[in-house]
């Protein structure tokens, strides 16, 4: 069974930071591409950042790029989402997410794993 576990998240001042975490068990993701989506209440899920299986590449937001920092730890089946310079605007649901592919499949949100999803609320 394939399980993505979140952790991290929280409540946060606008400004502040968060880290959130993805483990990844039940076989090896190093061959995986990692990355997170978020929800915001009322709205649709939408591609944060993906991380390539070989570190090489990364890919983020537009409203992310220079505040967040994605990275992986093979050894450990994790990944990273480092938040600075956090906005009200990031509060929602952020989801952990994996796939053997690069590109359609996240963009069509199709990626073959998910996780349960960790709560980021960003108070003004």
């Known amino acids: 069974q394939v399980q993505l576990v979140e952790s991290g998240g929280g409540l946060a001042q606008a400004g502040g930071s968060l880290r959130l975490s993805c483990v990844a068990s039940g076989r090896t993701f190093s061959r995986y591409h990692l990355g997170w989506f978020r929800q915001a209440p009322g709205k649709e899920r939408e591609l944060v950042s993906i991380?390539?299986?070989?570190?090489?590449?990364?890919y983020y937001e537009d409203s992310v790029k220079g505040r967040f920092t994605i990275s992986r730890d093979n050894a450990k089946n994790t990944v990273y989402l480092q938040m600075n310079s956090l906005k009200p605007e990031d509060t929602g649901v952020y989801y952990c997410a994996a796939d053997s592919a690069w590109g359609g499949s996240w963009l069509m949100k199709e990626v073959a794993y998910w996780g349960q999803g960790t709560q980021v609320t960003v108070s003004s």
């Open positions: 991380i390539s299986w070989s570190l090489s590449s990364t």
